[in-house]
């Protein structure tokens, strides 16, 4: 239990640099290329991938470690899934710079990548795979910041926080306001600029739900902003 809570803390223990920032991970043509040399003889991503020696990467960013079904895990791998590790950006580059010291015990037969510029890179591209910022609140921010399609100057809208509490109404007959799931993912809290690209992303068609996209498809750049500010007050 101790180890997946302390998952992040422990592997700076293992000497790897951190990775950059979310935003600036890093090349991903280079990435593609470190995936085909170093990690395709066992994983597949991409459309028609599956599970080989190891498991599929598609969908990585947020899934519990060890948890996708038919797939010959570690013991201990399945363990620190179960007492909470999630693939995330961070845990990710642990991870890749040194498996067994990160969950000792895994099969995963590789020493680790040591340049945290190519952890970099592998991960910019993988997240490509996994879900993105859009697709808030389901997932955690994996992926490119603003997606083409989606004009950067409407995220720079200071939204009405009053003028959203009273167009909310419409969104919280599903949304709870004090941030409870129920079935349904919470948005109470989120940035604005993340609640703004979500949103815009839907009116797009860039971030595929039917619903969401009919709602967001009703407002305007300015009602969306006003949206935006006010479940950014949120607690």
């Known amino acids: ?72 895990y570690s013991a201990p791998m399945r363990q620190m899934g179960e007492n909470g590790l999630r693939w995330t950006p961070d845990t990710l580059d642990g991870y890749i710079a040194a498996p067994q010291a990160t969950v000792p015990g895994t099969r995963m037969n590789y020493r680790g990548m040591a340049d945290p510029e190519a952890r970099g890179a592998l991960i910019a591209w993988l997240r ?13 921010p994996t992926a490119r910041r603003v997606p083409e399609g ?18 909310a109404s419409e969104c919280t007959t599903c949304h709870q306001r004090d941030g409870s799931d129920r079935g349904l993912p919470s948005i109470t809290g989120w940035p604005t600029e993340d609640f703004a690209i979500a949103m815009h992303a839907y009116k797009a068609d860039l971030r595929d739900h039917a619903v969401m996209q009919m709602m967001a498809k009703r407002l305007d750049d300015e009602e969306i902003a006003a949206l935006a500010a006010w479940f950014a007050t949120l607690d």
């Not at 190891?54 to 960013?61: D, I």
């Not at 490509?128 to 955690?140: G, H, L, R």
């Open 1 to 72: 239990m101790r180890r997946a809570a302390i998952i992040s803390a422990g592997l700076l223990a293992t000497g790897a640099s951190p990775a950059p920032a979310a935003e600036e991970f890093g090349d991903r043509v280079r990435g593609e290329l470190l995936f085909t040399r170093q990690c395709s003889a066992c994983h597949m991503v991409g459309e028609d991938a599956f599970n080989r020696i190891g498991p599929h990467l598609n969908g990585l960013f947020g899934r519990a470690a060890g948890s996708l079904a038919d797939v010959s």
């Open 128 to 140: 490509d795979f996994s879900d993105m910022p859009q697709n808030i609140p389901e997932s955690p």
């Open 150 to 167: 989606i004009d950067p100057a409407v995220l720079e809208i200071a939204g009405d926080a009053e003028y959203g509490e009273y167009l």
